[in-house]
């Protein structure tokens, strides 16, 4: 518990603001300091004295720090005291992370990590767990660093890096403050299932200390991903808990009650339209914010406020305290890119076009700038490296017991050519080594294809995740704006006189943003059909096979959902082969069958093309990828194709 208080402090320091750096003493620095005049000490002891030093100059005079940090690493080389090398690099890095000179952090951080390494080379001297100790508090410090950053990619991997050793160790609250920062990196980027998945092992572990603001911050993070997705009930449940503990806390948790004000208001306002409540949450904000340097919070409680503006039809408030807000604090993009749709509406509304267009043309600029297309792929893969490397680290420790059992053979081997009367007893030894043996063998194939599944499975839920995102980014914020803009040209010219040039200029243009608006409909369903997410494979395949004249659909069974997953792979393989039909068979009807029972479900995709060589195909990419979404989830696959009879293709799952 002692080593996990002290990790804490030591993670928190890097993170704490920038304090005003004020030249003044302080008893301690000024004991130290009298030490150091008349009665230095030499050795290990002038290290620890230079070491105090620097940590106590940090507040108080940067330059004396990075002075006294310097000549801790030169005496303390010589001793090969590579610990004190480590911890005076990291000082040196956290002056530098303090001004916001993050890359010459990095540097220093780097140093103190080589050191940290040199420390192996002195096993008497140090133990494994004061050596794990410092590269835990490194990975820990350099992980915060990348986050406050934005470099999701980069805290995630040396977050996961410390949490091996939080685990050896046993250390819970380090633990739980990883798992909250992975999940609000996820949430940031609406990976929602990996949010959930690292919000819920927080919450456990803080369950398990029994630790009353652990508990509150996981409701509170909960709550943020319930309002994500929309689940507004159980946002409320967890964020009331949350504000409890902070209530009851006012002169620590000033900061986290403001952000439970607002997020309150958020609730009530986007869950239940309830704007007086809304705008009595956002107004409670703003007042204990006026105490405070928080400004991101206290543009967020003004951005609440303009959009309760805009939904009352206040449209020059809404623009007022809309601007308002970006000019507090522009710094977060969710909350800037909310704001410019806000200013893009309102004057809209005011008729103001040149400006709706302006901030129109930010929100997509922002929004494409944000959201990046490998973004939440990149982030899947970092995922699956966390769990391959510990399917790896159990496929060592089975080579190694294969090795050892393999030594153990050959020597009983040996001594039975001595030892003729133990002749019975060593064959069932050897029996039983071979036995091990087989089984280790047969457990490292099985974990291979552990590791294989994973990362199969973490790339479809991207691609899936990506789809919908993308599907629903492309349906409610640029149709949504579309929607409102032609709406307010129709409204701008009810009773207007056009000449009959004007007058066709302008009903060209409305049949332009028509068939805009038809076309991105268009794209946002082929990425993620929505009657495959609310109504089922059945209707998806059967609205998809309408729209193709050639297409004939059967479905066979009581139509009952089954794995979301699982429907959103047969529809993908039903569309790609389907699609190789039109393209490459000259088919004149393409027969598609789903068959559904109880434990199984079957495709069928036959057409009358000119066909060919199943075994040729195979090597081709379209084939390859529906054999690995099938692999993926345990299904088989059966190609029939000849030039007289077309082609037949039949898939079968287990559910």
Partial sequence: MKKSVFLLIAWLLPCMASAQYIDHRNPQVDSLE???????????????????????YQQINIEKSMDYARKCIETAVPLNDFRYVAISYRVMGVIFYKKSQYDSAMVYYDKALDAAERMRDFPKKYTEERIDSQFSLLYGTIANLYNIQGKCIEAIEYYQKALPLFEKYDWQESQAIVFKNIGQMYLSINNYRQAEINFMKSDSLAQILDDSYFIAEAKYNFSCLYLSTKEYDKALQNIEIAYAYYSAHPEEEEENIAKSLNHLSEIYLEGYGDERQAEDYARQALALLEDLDIPREKSIALRLLSAIYLKRGEWRKSEQTAL???????????????????????????????????????????????????????????????????????????????????????WLA??????LLGLTVLFLVWRWTVQKRRFAEQHIKQLEQEKRLIATQAVLDGETAERARLARDLHDGLGGLLSALRLNLEDMLKGAVLNPEADARYHKSIGILNESMHEMRRVAHHLMPDALSRFGLKTALSDFCNTIPAAEFVYYGDGQRFDRKLEVVIYRIAHELINNSLKHSDASHIFVQIVQELARVALTVQDDGKGFDPEADTAGVGIRNIRTRIASFGGIIDVMSSAENGTEVNVEFEI
Avoid: C
């Fill in 34 to 56: 009298q030490v150091l005049a008349t009665n230095p000490p030499t050795g290990a002891d002038l290290v620890r004295l230079y070491n105090g030093l620097a940590w106590d």
């Fill in 414 to 419: 040996s001594l039975a050519g001595v030892l």
């Fill in 324 to 410: 308002e807000a970006l000019a507090t604090d522009d710094s977060e993009p969710a909350n800037t890119l909310a704001l410019y749709g806000v200013l893009a509406k309102a004057y809209a509304k005011l008729g103001d076009s040149d400006k709706a267009w302006a901030y129109f043309d930010k929100h997509n600029a922002l929004q494409s700038s944000w959201s990046t297309k490998n973004y939440q792929s990149s982030l899947s893969e970092m995922e699956v490296k966390y769990e391959t490397e510990k399917k790896e680290r159990e496929i060592e420790q089975q080579q190694h017991t294969i090795n050892r059992q393999e030594m153990q053979r050959r």
